[in-house]
């Protein structure tokens, strides 16, 4: 059996619009992360950015190209770099 994904949406749409003001934020925070989580925390990055000297911009965006072409570093190897498992 198929899901019906326009009475899932629905339902949502009516639990959403049931909510407080103050649970609407987070549930809110907590879709953009879902949805999108590395385009959300380059946006929170840019924002933090003002006051950067031009090395340091320059610098964060060399690091964001290499994410782009796919050259990060894997969580569990930069756990074991400091030590924190093996």
Known sequence: ??????????Q??????ALPAEKLKAVHGLLEVMVEPLAR???????????????TAAAV????????????IPHDEILREFGLKQ
């Open 12 to 17: 949502a749409h009516a639990l959403l619009d």
């Open 41 to 55: 925390s380059l946006a929170l990055a840019e924002v933090e950015e003002e006051g950067l000297t031009p090395d």
């Open 1 to 10: 059996m198929e899901p019906d994904l326009d009475q899932d949406r629905r």
């Open 61 to 72: 965006d060399r690091a964001r190209a290499s994410i782009a072409r796919g050259e990060g």
